[in-house]
C-alpha cells in the first residue's frame, strides 16, 4: 500500500473488486482463435467444455483478486505496479474466459464473489512476508495454473478449437508473468506453502466446476 495514501488505496482496492466481480470482463485482444459460436458443439462435449471454462473463469478472477491484494499491501511502488499489471493482463484472460461461457451457453461460477474474496485475502497475507515472497508467491501460482492449464487442454473436446485456443494463449502468457516475478526477485516458497496453494486451488476448482 503506497505510504501516506491508506485511505485512497482501499477505494482503488474496493473499485478493482467490485468492477471484477460485477461488471463485464473488457479486454484489449480479441479471443485467440476462430469463433465458434454459429457452430455448436455436441450437447455432451459442449458440457464438458462450459464446466472446463468455468473453472478457467474462476481461476482468473482468482488469480487478479490475489495481484489485487499483494499489490494492496506491497512495499515498495515497483513491485506494486507489477502485481498491477499481471493484474491487468490477467483481465484479457477473463474476458476471453467469459466470452466463452457465453458462447457455450452458460453462467459463470455463483461463488465468484466468494473467490475474490478469499483470493484477495490470502495475496494481502502473501505480501506481509516482503515483497520478494510476495513475488515468488506469483510465480508459484502460474507455475501452477500453468499445470492446471496443461490438464484442461488434454480434456477439452478434440472439437472445441476456440477454448484450446484460449487456454494455450493464457498458458503461455502465465509462463511469462511467473518468469517475470522471478527476474523481479521473487524467492521460491517452502514445500509447504505450496503444498496449501495447491490444495486450496484444488477446492475452488473442483467446486467452480459445478457451481
Same mark, same amino acid.
Given at each position: 500500500m503506497v505510504s501516506g495514501r491508506p485511505f485512497d488505496s482501499a477505494i482503488a482496492a474496493a473499485d478493482r473488486a %467490485?468492477?471484477?466481480?460485477f461488471a463485464p470482463a473488457h479486454s484489449n485482444r480479441p479471443p485467440p482463435g476462430p469463433a465458434t459460436a454459429d457452430t455448436p458443439l455436441p450437447e455432451s462435449e459442449r458440457? *464438458? @467444455?462450459?464446466? &472446463?471454462?468455468?473453472?478457467?473463469?474462476?481461476?482468473?478472477?482468482a488469480a487478479q483478486a490475489l495481484y489485487h491484494g499483494q499489490a494492496f499491501l506491497a512495499r515498495s511502488e515497483r513491485t506494486r505496479a507489477l502485481l498491477l499489471q499481471a493484474a491487468r493482463a490477467?483481465?484479457?484472460h477473463l474476458a476471453w474466459c467469459e466470452t466463452r461461457?457465453?458462447? %457455450?451457453?452458460?453462467?459463470?461460477?455463483l461463488l465468484n464473489p466468494f473467490w475474490y474474496a478469499g483470493s484477495f485475502a490470502i495475496g494481502a497475507l502473501a505480501a506481509?512476508?516482503?515483497?520478494?515472497?510476495? &513475488?515468488?508467491?506469483?510465480?508459484?501460482?502460474?507455475?501452477?495454473?500453468?499445470?492446471?492449464?496443461d490438464a484442461h487442454l488434454g480434456r477439452l473436446p478434440a472439437s472445441d478449437v476456440r477454448s484450446?485456443? #484460449?487456454?494455450? *494463449?493464457?498458458?503461455?502468457?502465465? #509462463? @511469462?508473468?511467473?518468469?517475470? @516475478?522471478?527476474?523481479?526477485?521473487?524467492?521460491? %516458497?517452502?514445500?509447504?506453502v505450496r503444498a496449501?496453494?495447491?490444495? *486450496? @486451488?484444488?477446492?475452488?476448482?473442483?467446486?467452480?466446476y459445478w457451481i
Open positions: %467490485l468492477r471484477s466481480v458440457r *464438458t @467444455a462450459a464446466a &472446463l471454462m468455468r473453472v478457467n473463469h474462476t481461476g482468473e478472477l490477467e483481465s484479457d461461457l457465453q458462447e %457455450l451457453a452458460t453462467r459463470p461460477s506481509l512476508a516482503g515483497d520478494r515472497a510476495s &513475488l515468488g508467491f506469483v510465480a508459484e501460482t502460474e507455475r501452477q495454473v500453468e499445470g492446471h492449464l484450446r485456443a #484460449i487456454l494455450e *494463449t493464457m498458458r503461455a502468457e502465465e #509462463i @511469462a508473468h511467473g518468469a517475470t @516475478a522471478t527476474s523481479a526477485g521473487g524467492v521460491p %516458497l517452502p514445500g509447504p496449501l496453494m495447491r490444495r *486450496t @486451488a484444488a477446492v475452488m476448482t473442483g467446486t467452480a
